[in-house]
């Protein structure tokens, strides 16, 4: 399996893959990984211009760590394959199907990616695959998405477009998104990918976005799609486990190895009824912890 289809993913930050200004230094901001849009970002009489930006930024620009995924055009387009073979060609970590409906989409998307990695001579499985999901048939098709390839690190939610097929709209409460937010967390958790939440678009409004974020946290998202570097340091907070969190979990994590050892199953930790329930939760606190640099502990 490619070691970076676990990596940490809190924010996803969307670019136009057309404009060298944008694309040139985005990983001062530190988002943890940057969206090189070749769709919505980009007239449609502009597509091979952006391409062209595209594959000269991602052989000549250091990103330095930061990941790199290209969002190609729909496959009902004629751009897909060659925004493929341009994205493998220039080095890209992953592509982003846009408005992904079924299984077959992800395959399809996927024997692209083999046939171009084969010919630029990238290592198979270098490139993984994220889907988005925009419709209401996908989201109820997301299981067999989430399951479609070995390559698929995760799924997004694009509200935009999912609202309009809802026949609403974007509200700012978050309600005409919640049956989807979930069933799309709950599907990806089923198949062991990622999920992701969508853009939010009022940049004025920092406080309604941090009550967004929070949301979505409590959720279960890994993270979030954002269009601002202002945005990077809200998600990384909120996602960003606390040192009362860590100490916690460190805590729960070494009783219950303790406990077990000594055929203890139920027992308190900090007047906290803990059993073996709760293990795979502080593991994922403190490796989340580790992975945003903030652990100094042992374990």
Same mark, same amino acid.
């Given at each position: 399996?490619?070691?970076?289809?676990?990596?940490?993913?809190?924010? /996803?930050?969307?670019?136009?893959? *057309?404009?060298? =200004?944008?694309?040139?230094?985005?990983?001062? +901001?530190?988002?943890?990984?940057?969206?090189?849009?070749?769709?919505?970002?980009?007239? #449609?009489?502009?597509?091979?211009?952006?391409?062209?930006? &595209?594959?000269?930024? &991602?052989?000549?620009?250091? +990103?330095?760590? %930061? #990941?790199?995924?290209?969002?190609?055009?729909?496959?009902?387009?004629?751009?897909?394959?060659?925004?493929?073979? %341009?994205?493998?060609? =220039?080095?890209?970590?992953?592509?982003?199907?846009? !408005?992904?409906?079924?299984?077959?989409?992800? !395959?399809?998307?996927? !024997?692209?990616?083999?046939?171009?990695?084969?010919?630029?001579?990238?290592?198979?499985?270098?490139?993984?695959? /994220?889907?988005?999901?925009?419709?209401?048939?996908?989201?109820?098709?997301?299981? #067999?998405? %989430?399951?479609?390839?070995?390559?698929?690190?995760?799924?997004?939610?694009? =509200?935009?477009?999912?609202?309009?097929?809802?026949?609403?709209?974007?509200?700012?409460?978050?309600?005409?998104?919640?049956?989807?937010?979930?069933?799309?967390?709950?599907?990806?958790?089923?198949?062991?990918?990622? %999920?992701?939440?969508?853009?939010?678009? $009022?940049?004025?409004? /920092?406080?309604?976005?941090?009550?967004?974020?929070?949301?979505?946290? &409590? /959720?279960?998202?890994?993270?979030?799609?954002?269009?601002?570097?202002?945005?990077?340091?809200?998600?990384?907070?909120? +996602?960003?486990?606390? *040192?009362?969190?860590?100490?916690?979990?460190?805590?729960?994590?070494?009783?219950? $190895?303790?406990?077990?050892? *000594?055929?203890?199953?139920?027992?308190?930790?900090?007047? !906290?009824?803990?059993?073996?329930?709760? +293990?795979?939760?502080?593991?994922?606190?403190?490796? &989340?912890?580790?992975?945003?640099?903030?652990?100094?502990?042992?374990?």
């Amino acid at each position: 399996m490619n070691p970076n289809k676990k990596r940490l993913r809190r924010t /996803m930050m969307f670019l136009n893959a *057309q404009k060298p =200004g944008l694309i040139k230094d985005p990983y001062i +901001y530190k988002p943890d990984s940057i969206m090189l849009d070749l769709e919505d970002a980009v007239a #449609e009489n502009q597509k091979d211009a952006a391409r062209f930006s &595209l594959f000269h930024a &991602l052989r000549s620009i250091d +990103y330095r760590g %930061c #990941e790199r995924v290209v969002r190609i055009n729909g496959l009902d387009s004629p751009y897909w394959k060659e925004d493929i073979r %341009c994205s493998v060609a =220039g080095g890209c970590d992953a592509i982003r199907i846009p !408005k992904t409906e079924t299984e077959e989409d992800v !395959k399809l998307v996927e !024997k692209e990616v083999v046939r171009a990695e084969r010919e630029f001579g990238r290592p198979e499985g270098s490139v993984l695959i /994220m889907a988005a999901v925009e419709s209401a048939r996908g989201v109820m098709n997301a299981l #067999e998405i %989430c399951e479609a390839s070995d390559r698929l690190f995760g799924v997004a939610l694009s =509200g935009g477009d999912y609202t309009k097929d809802l026949q609403t709209h974007i509200t700012g409460t978050g309600i005409e998104l919640m049956g989807a937010r979930q069933n799309l967390v709950i599907a990806a958790r089923a198949a062991g990918v990622q %999920c992701f939440d969508t853009v939010y678009t $009022d940049l004025d409004n /920092m406080e309604g976005f941090r009550q967004d974020v929070e949301t979505i946290h &409590l /959720m279960g998202f890994d993270g979030k799609s954002i269009i601002n570097p202002r945005q990077i340091n809200t998600v990384h907070e909120i +996602y960003t486990p606390s *040192q009362k969190d860590i100490i916690f979990a460190e805590k729960v994590v070494k009783e219950i $190895d303790e406990k077990k050892a *000594q055929g203890i199953g139920v027992f308190t930790v900090d007047g !906290k009824m803990i059993d073996i329930a709760f +293990y795979d939760g502080a593991k994922r606190t403190i490796s &989340l912890a580790k992975a945003s640099g903030v652990y100094k502990g042992d374990l």
